[in-house]
């Protein structure tokens, strides 16, 4: 069986699973299953498929490809590490552009809409969602997630693991630090450091009562590995 036709793992069966399906579909790529550690919704289906089991029956495959339709940067984190003898499918849905300069790492995925500008780097199991853009030279490290409608300027830093809310805007040449949140809507102006949250135009660090610093954590604890 040629490369691009073996079928892979999908691993989420909740709504950005649907969208990762989706994209599969219109690539024409084989399906071997999908794959949720939340027992609800074993039996349930997406888009007519339906979610099989858990991610534990990966464990008795022989080097799957598989990839991972999760949003949360952590848990992303915690099954690369979980399964290091899985090969990660990367996919650019066919409405979106990458210039052939930009390079996008194992198992990230861009979805419709997006625009990935000359020598951008997108990191491993990075998210850009739906129509977002990020522009020349910009570099985005592993495990981020570029929510709809973010707009990166040409060469901005993202950290690893970070998660930027839908329609953030950042000003060219900003760095924003690993695990840090921004809020939907905010505009960076400034470098940001790691492992907080900013929300605002134009965006501040917020040190009361954010559920969110949680994620920081959650990422730390996901483990070392690499991507
Ligand atoms: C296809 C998809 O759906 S992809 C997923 C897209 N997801 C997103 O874009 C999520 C973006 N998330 C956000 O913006 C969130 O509001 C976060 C992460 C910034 C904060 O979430 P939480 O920690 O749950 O914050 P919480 O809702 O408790 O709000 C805390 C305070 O921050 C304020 N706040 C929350 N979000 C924002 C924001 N984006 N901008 C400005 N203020 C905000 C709240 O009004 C509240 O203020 P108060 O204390 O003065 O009342």
Redesign the pocket.
Same mark, same amino acid.
């Not at 009361?208 to 610093?213: G, I, M, S």
């Given at each position: 069986m040629t490369l691009d036709r073996e079928p892979l793992w999908v691993l989420g069966g909740g709504?950005?699973g649907k969208?990762v399906l989706s994209l599969l579909r219109l690539l024409d790529r084989p399906v071997a299953g999908i794959l949720d550690d939340d027992d609800s919704l074993w039996g349930t289906s997406l888009l007519g498929m339906p979610v099989d089991g858990p991610l534990g029956r990966l464990a008795g495959l022989d080097s799957p490809l598989a990839l991972i339709a999760i949003?949360n940067n952590a848990i992303r984190k915690k099954i690369v590490c979980q399964f290091p003898l899985v090969r990660w499918f990367s996919a650019v849905h066919p409405r979106a552009f990458v210039d052939p300069s930009a390079e996008i790492g194992p198992g990230a995925v861009v979805f419709a809409g997006a625009i990935v500008q000359a020598e951008a780097r997108i990191g491993a199991h990075v998210?850009v969602?739906?129509g977002a853009t990020v522009d020349h030279d910009c570099r985005i490290g592993d495990f981020a997630?570029l929510?709809?409608g973010v707009h990166l300027a040409g060469e901005v830093q993202v950290g690893e693991g970070c998660?930027?809310?839908?329609?953030?805007s950042v000003i060219p040449g900003r760095s924003i630090g690993s695990q840090t949140? @921004? %809020?939907?809507?905010?505009a960076v102006v400034t470098d940001l450091p790691e492992a907080v949250?900013a @929300? %605002?135009v134009p965006a501040r660090v917020?040190r009361?009562?954010?559920?969110?610093?949680r994620?920081a954590r959650d990422f730390l604890s996901a483990g070392d590995c690499p991507a």
């Open positions: 709504g950005h969208v949003g998210i969602n739906t997630h929510c709809p998660l930027l809310g839908t329609g953030t949140v @921004v %809020g939907a809507g905010a949250t @929300v %605002g917020r009361d009562a954010f559920r969110r610093e994620t």
